[in-house]
């Protein structure tokens, strides 16, 4: 289903997991050929406990690990040069935080130095049963995956950004978001729009001959443009005078953050936005709740197109918060001292078209909607897409 005609990039990247994390970039179409060593030797070590301890014939050969790799039996001969492969690949050595028993239970603690490394060892494969180990070393290739994939100097400058941002925390999520208010349900067309642009690729509604509003001036009626970049649809979504950007930018904090402040107790309000005494700036937002705080909080929003040319840089396929720091660090020029001055707490909520969130509002929601402050397990389902007008739940343009 994967080969039809999708160029080569688009297909590594939908392989990858799904969701936010160092490889969550994708669309959770796993190969089940690159992750049948993890399932088999992961299936092993949950099983081999239970092997041994019954009494048969081959319980010397299974008991035994170090004789596998010269077993005449080639079930274990391909279960050693499984945990070999698995365990070879340098992402083992950073396990997820949910990961690190397993990955300690299959390890030789060494300390050097006043310094601890974990060396894989076969013999202690039994010890993680029961830990998820199959989840340990399919994390493992996989994530090594995405970064060969991100590494790659083969690959276009704008494919390695696009696959970087689309790891960042919330990118992506339309894809799974079950939709929550008919608002922020996106259409089959909307949805297969934003599909197509978080993998990179042609939008085919911008065919020949189609362009930007006549205010446009360099993709505008009368324009010559490079159809090959336009029917990617970064312009649309970052002209200025294209309707698309105002939509996105009005439809992501009423569609997403004014249900999420109200949900918190807060009083929503755009009229009463400014924050400057001495000039006619405005935040996007104003939100109040005595009960919390008697300060107000100033909202700005802003969403930036990865894909856009200004975007991208080496520095974009290096880090996934790259693009939102940049924004938020220029909001806050902007906003925050006035906004200090003015006994308002100012926040920028930056994002991407991809769904990422920035870090100053991620760590903001983890504040609201959790007593301890600390992350959530998922962020709200409303984090997701930005390219049309919603997700199957999503912030939208």
């Known amino acids: 289903m994967l080969q039809l005609g999708l160029p080569g990039a688009a297909l590594e990247q939908l392989r990858q997991p799904a969701g936010s994390g160092p490889a969550g970039a994708g669309g959770a179409f796993t190969s089940i050929q690159r992750v049948r060593p993890a399932a088999y030797v992961g299936g092993l070590a949950d099983a081999l406990p239970t092997i041994v301890a019954y009494e048969h014939a081959a319980v010397a050969a299974f008991d035994d690990s170090s004789t596998w790799q010269t077993s005449a039996s080639t079930s274990l001969g391909s279960a050693a040069s499984a945990f070999e492969l698995v365990t070879a690949v340098d992402c083992f050595a950073e396990p997820a935080p949910a990961d690190v028993a397993a990955h300690h239970a299959v390890c030789t603690k060494v300390v050097r130095g006043g310094s601890a490394k974990y060396v894989p060892t076969l013999k202690y494969l039994r010890h993680a049963k029961g830990r998820h180990p199959q989840r340990l070393f399919t994390r493992a290739l996989l994530v090594s ?29 339309f894809q799974f978001a079950i939709p929550s208010t008919p608002e922020r349900t996106l259409t089959d067309a909307e949805y ?9 690729l042609d939008q085919p509604q911008l065919f020949p001959g189609t362009r930007c ?33 105002l939509k996105r930018h009005n ?36 939100c109040r709740n005595p009960a919390v705080s008697f300060r107000d909080e100033a909202l700005d929003f802003t969403i930036g197109c990865p894909a856009c040319d200004t975007y991208v840089t080496q520095a974009a396929a290096e880090h996934r918060a790259h693009i939102t720091s940049g924004l938020e660090r220029d909001k806050h020029s902007k906003h925050a001292a006035a906004a200090t001055a003015n006994n308002m707490r100012y ?16 760590g903001r929601t983890c504040a609201l909607s959790t007593p301890s402050g600390s992350p959530p397990r998922r962020g709200p389902a409303a984090a997701a897409g930005t390219l049309s007008s919603g997700s199957r739940t999503s912030t939208s343009s």
């Open 347 to 362: 926040v920028t909520w930056a994002g991407t078209t991809y769904g990422g969130w920035g870090d100053e509002w991620w």
């Open 145 to 173: 995956d995405f970064h060969a994939l991100v590494n790659d100097r083969k690959l276009p400058l704008d494919t390695r950004v696009r696959i970087r941002q689309c790891s960042q925390e919330g990118a992506g999520t």
């Open 251 to 286: 439809r992501g904090p009423r569609r997403v953050l004014k249900p999420f402040y109200e949900g918190c107790g807060y009083d929503w309000d755009e009229r009463d936005t400014h924050c400057h005494l001495d000039s006619v700036k405005r935040v996007d937002a104003r």
């Open 213 to 245: 509003s006549a205010r446009c001036r360099t993709h505008g009626p009368a324009c010559a443009i490079d159809q090959t970049a336009w029917r990617k649809g970064a312009h649309m979504l970052s002209c200025g005078a294209s309707p698309l950007r």
């Open 192 to 200: 297969l729009c934003q599909w197509r642009h978080h993998y990179g």
